[in-house]
Nanobody, 124 residues
Framework: QVQLVESGGGLVQAGDSLRLSCAAA????????MAWFRQAPGKEREFVAA????????YYADSVKGRFTISRDSAKNTVYLQIDSLKPEDTAVYYC?????????????????WGQGTQVTVSS
């Protein structure tokens, strides 16, 4: 099993930056892809970004390109999501997810491991 724990969320103002962290524990050797999703109230969970654990290749949703940066620290088994120029529409619960293949998919149902989520609230 893999356990994921997110941190770094909070209440910020529009234009601020935030860095979310997701620490992985357990059978981390089985992780090939880690991703961030977000879910706003009344909306479906949506893909934000993903990273291949070994090669570091990154993928982004078109809606966040240029403002979001995903990265990883293999030594710490941690993946990060840097969010710049935050907007009120970025308000959501942000979830970390992991899967056991290198193929990046945007369907949340394809990720077997999830964290508990961290709330990001952006005030205007």
């Amino acid at each position: 099993q893999v356990q994921l724990v997110e941190s770094g969320g909070g209440l910020v103002q529009a234009g601020d930056s935030l860095r979310l962290s997701c620490a992985a524990a357990g059978r981390t050797f089985s992780i090939y892809t880690m991703a961030w999703f977000r879910q706003a109230p009344g909306k479906e969970r949506e893909f934000v970004a993903a990273i291949n654990w070994s090669g570091g290749r990154t993928y982004y949703a078109d809606s966040v390109k240029g403002r979001f940066t995903i990265s990883r620290d293999s030594a710490k088994n941690t993946v990060y999501l840097q969010i710049d120029s935050l907007k009120p529409e970025d308000t959501a619960v942000y979830y970390c997810a992991a899967r056991n293949t290198v193929v990046v998919v945007i369907n949340p149902n394809e990720y077997p491991y999830w964290g508990q989520g961290t709330q990001v609230t952006v005030s205007s």
